[in-house]
């Protein structure tokens, strides 16, 4: 098992920044690759970025390319997420995310076998 703990959530104004991180535990060794997403109320759970762990390959959704950055430390096992120039409509609970097995796409929660509990992001206009 690999447990996911957020932090980093809280209530800035637009054009701020805001990191996330997400530490791991327990069966870390196998972890394949991590991920974020994001719920907004009223909204289905979305994806935002994700990476591999083995080699860093970083994927993104299109609404943050160039605004968010995912990165990892590997000797702490936790995984980053940079949100520069925020926008009040990525206002929503993120999620950190991992799998623990070999995944074609990143872009899939149902690719994730692991989450935590999620940490709140407010960007106010």
């Known amino acids: 098992q690999v447990q996911l703990v957020e932090s980093g959530g809280g209530l800035v104004q637009a054009g701020d920044s805001l990191r996330l991180s997400c530490a791991a535990s327990g069966r870390t060794f196998s972890t394949f690759a991590m991920g974020w997403f994001r719920q907004a109320p009223g909204k289905e759970r979305e994806f935002v970025a994700a990476?591999?762990?083995?080699?860093?390959?970083?994927y993104y959704v299109d609404s943050v390319k160039g605004r968010f950055t995912i990165s990892r430390d590997n000797a702490k096992n936790t995984v980053f997420l940079q949100m520069n120039s925020l926008k009040p409509e990525d206002t929503a609970v993120y999620y950190c995310?991992?799998?623990?097995?070999?995944?074609?796409?990143?872009?899939?929660?149902?690719?994730?076998?692991?989450w935590g509990q999620g940490t709140q992001v407010t960007v106010s206009s």
């Open positions: 995310a991992a799998s623990t097995r070999y995944i074609g796409s990143f872009y899939s929660q149902q690719n994730y076998n692991h």
């Open positions: 990476i591999r762990w083995s080699g860093g390959f970083t």
